[in-house]
């Protein structure tokens, strides 16, 4: 068992093959020793327990002054302890006291991993994938009881945290603060790497040194945020994507978060991760619980890479479930940016035609498909069919793209309201407002308070009933607003602080049954383009709409970044048209498909407009990543030329398939640059012993063969692909802005 506990010193180890994570029990309180590359296990490791005399600290008991919370880390810091850092855990009694005194009561060691109750988490298919241990604490005083629960995957560098806060008293109590976990990679000589943004440009990736302090990321907007993902890692001023230590932390929530580092006077560096505290409290009567979200450690000794491609792997087997886990996914066309609230039937049915012709296999009906749904001002809540665009509703519109042997799919946004629609008359109390304070809009739209449960009720009624009325294979679930005035018209007083959560809890909740109810269908997330990218999501819809931007160079941003933690399987990349409707850049079709292959591909745009030649190349485009699909969105990604490096004009990156046998290169140059020398990048993920034929997609036969002869693995890697004009056929359209190329490897 990768978990072993020596009881003679208190000594807890988690280990595999990659990492150890070590703690150990000093006069009752666990404190965190080590987190980092696999040591052996030892019986002791107390020599790593700082005992000595240092001014201003406090001591952790009278009869252990010597040693202080300040200079350990407690393996669940909580108020009262005198840590002098930003807690894990702060409950206060009806007194207002929020001193505790949390020590050991007990653990246990099971094979496997359990599942959290109403929360999204990682799983295991088979008990032998991983151990779990929970350590139980207790407070005397006030009777709460504290469950820390740690799976250790045998065969991945990623330890899972949780907490569950139990009151075991007889008097109510309330809980403020109550994190997921806290890891300490030890020492202060890391720099801190987000994913940050806003809307349209979300997930940049951003590398600063680490400061004295607390720094980090969060939301207070109810949801993840476009603005700073639920994750970030810890890496050595000299780690690449190849080299160097790593240390990944994602949160599996999709509401309110914060991820803190915090870096203390005396160099060690801290993350703390969980539900954001500000604006949560949560009551806890005698004999309830509360579960936290779950937090994964993931640590790589050779570079970002390593730690992206371990986080790809759980993200895609062991977080995102149901029948699309593992399939390809269909390539599809979405009439948002073709034709937004203006279609009709026949519209609809004339732009899949032509995209059938072309190969592609699921039409998606976006935004404006219910009454009132002609801009976006209204609409939004009734859920009821606009017979006067689709006379025959969405059963007869889903007949008419099934009959092109196309599968349908269709846009909702669940969670939120519009004025004038006949829920909101009829419940006006269902909706989050703060009695006599302004109602703020947001796109003209108002939040549904999904912390009621007859809210959830009602969104699974209308919900079921306007699926169950088509053949749907795909549903798009956006959610187009962050909260303001968060209030809950039918919660009490103390339950105030618990909406956001438990709003979030709702829409897991009608998610899980949604997906229950069917299960053949594929999920695509989606929040006003990347706004809800989070684990939290993907362990309902195992894909999301990455952005709203669908310009091919601002995706090369946006889809490097978001592949830090996220795997190309989840990555909802479209080809549109040009100019781009977001940033009006007129790149190449050839461009935008070389972006979007990576990702589950698809197109957003009004495909009757091709020209003839354009709809050659999308045919073409459309049977390449039939080919490739399944290397693309299950193969190992390796980031090769980064677009935030430098002057950010090149980008290159690839995809290994199973076995080393295929692989996939693109690489990307913004502007053409003057007088330039040679050009190659380094492959990565070869076996460098193997040979491999490089050709050049969209090259024709004959001139795609970029080498005359195989190549090796370790040329590859070690010289790199080469790059440079000459080396490549005559018609390879290498000059100019906007370059892209894709070759194909095959092992010979
Ligand atoms: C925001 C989404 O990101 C878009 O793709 C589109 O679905 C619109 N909402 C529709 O309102």
New binding site residues.
């Given amino acids: 068992m990768p978990i072993s506990v020596h009881e003679a010193t208190g000594t807890f180890h988690l280990y595999n093959n990659d990492l150890s994570y070590i703690f150990a029990l000093v006069e009752g309180y666990p404190f965190q020793l080590y987190y980092g590359a696999r040591v052996p296990d030892e019986e002791d490791f107390s020599y790593l327990v700082t005992e000595c005399w240092m001014p201003s600290s406090v001591g952790a008991s009278a009869e252990c002054e010597l040693v202080s919370f300040e200079h350990l880390s407690g393996e669940y810091p909580f108020v009262g302890a005198d840590d002098m850092r930003p807690p894990a855990l702060d409950v206060r009694t009806a007194s207002g006291c929020n001193v505790l005194n949390l020590v050991y009561r007990g653990h246990t060691v099971e094979r496997g991993k359990p599942a959290l109750e109403g929360l999204p988490a990682t799983y295991v298919e088979d008990p032998s994938e991983a151990d779990t241990l929970t350590l139980t604490l207790t407070d005397d005083v006030t009777g709460l009881a504290v469950d820390l629960v740690y799976t250790v995957f045998a065969h991945e560098p990623v330890i899972a945290r949780s907490a569950r806060i139990r009151n075991t008293g007889t008097a109510a109590l309330t809980v403020e603060t109550a994190l997921s976990g806290t890891f300490c990679p030890g020492d202060d000589r890391f720099e801190l790497v987000e994913l940050a943004g806003s809307w349209s440009r979300e997930r940049h990736e951003v590398r600063t040194p680490l400061r004295p302090g607390a720094q980090g990321v969060y939301s207070l907007r109810g949801h993840s945020s476009h603005q700073f993902n639920p994750f970030l890692a810890l890496v050595r001023p000299e780690t690449t994507e190849e080299t160097g230590e790593a240390y990944g932390f994602s949160l599996v929530y999709s509401g309110n978060h914060r991820m803190l580092v915090d870096v203390d006077a005396y160099g060690t560096t801290r993350v703390t991760a969980g539900i954001n505290p500000e604006g949560f409290s949560w009551p806890l009567a005698p004999g309830e619980a509360f579960q936290t979200p779950e937090v994964l450690g993931v640590y790589s000794a050779d570079g970002l890479g390593a730690m992206s491609r371990a986080l790809h792997r759980v993200f895609r087997s062991r977080l995102s479930r149901g029948a699309w886990r593992d399939r390809p996914r269909p390539i599809l066309i ?1 009439n ?1 940016e073709a034709t937004y609230f203006d279609f009709t039937e026949d519209k609809l049915v004339e732009v899949a035609r032509v995209a059938a012709d072309l190969g592609i296999e699921l039409f998606v009906l ?2 404006g498909w219910f009454t009132n749904r002609n801009d ?1 001002t209204a609409g939004l809540g009734d859920w009821e069919v606009d017979y006067a665009k689709l006379p025959h509703g969405l059963g007869g519109l889903a007949e008419r793209i099934n009959g092109l042997g196309m599968d349908f799919g269709l ?1 909702i ?1 669940p969670e939120m309201v519009s004025p004038g629609t006949r829920v909101w008359a009829e419940h006006p109390e269902w909706v989050l407002h703060a009695p006599g304070q302004p109602l703020r809009p947001s796109r003209h739209q108002y939040v549904l308070d999904l912390s009621n449960p007859a809210v959830v009720d009602y969104l699974t009624d209308r919900l079921s009933a306007v699926i169950g009325s088509a053949n749907i294979s795909y549903i ?1 679930w ?1 959610m ?1 607003r962050s909260f303001a005035d968060v209030f809950s018209q039918t919660a009490g007083a103390e339950r105030q602080g618990s909406v956001r959560h438990a709003f979030i809890l709702g829409v897991y909740e009608l998610y899980r049954r949604l997906g229950e109810r069917f299960p053949q269908i594929l999920f695509e997330s ?4 990347g706004g809800r990218f989070d684990p939290g999501m993907l362990f309902y819809a195992p894909q999301a ?1 990455t952005s ?1 931007d669908t310009d091919a160079v601002e995706r090369l941003r946006i889809q490097w970044g978001t592949s830090l933690a996220y795997p190309l399987s989840s990555m909802g990349s479209h080809v549109s048209a040009v100019p781009n409707h977001q940033v009006f850049r007129q790149t190449p079709l050839k461009m935008r498909a070389d972006v979007a292959y990576f990702g589950t591909f698809g197109y957003e745009l009004d495909a009757t407009a091709f020209a003839a030649e354009e709809r050659e190349a999308v045919r073409a485009q459309v049977a390449f990543m039939k080919r490739y699909r399944g290397l693309i969105q299950f193969g190992e990604f390796y980031r090769l030329r980064s677009p935030f490096a430098g002057r950010g004009n090149e980008c290159a990156w690839m995809v290994v398939g199973e076995g080393v046998r295929e692989a996939i290169v693109a690489y990307y140059r913004v502007l053409q640059e003057v007088n330039a020398g040679r050009r190659q990048v380094r492959l990565a993920g070869l076996d460098p012993e193997a040979r491999y034929a490089v050709r050049e997609q969209g090259v024709p036969e004959g001139e795609a063969e970029l080498y005359r002869r195989s190549v090796s693995g370790a040329e590859l890697m070690r010289i790199g692909l080469n790059l440079t004009d000459e080396s490549c056929g005559q018609n390879f359209s290498g000059r100019g802005d906007f370059i892209s190329r894709i070759f194909v490897l095959e092992r010979v």
Avoid: R
């Fill in positions: 979405n948002w976006d935004d976006d846009w946004e798009k956006d187009n989606c929040a006003g383009g709409w709203d």
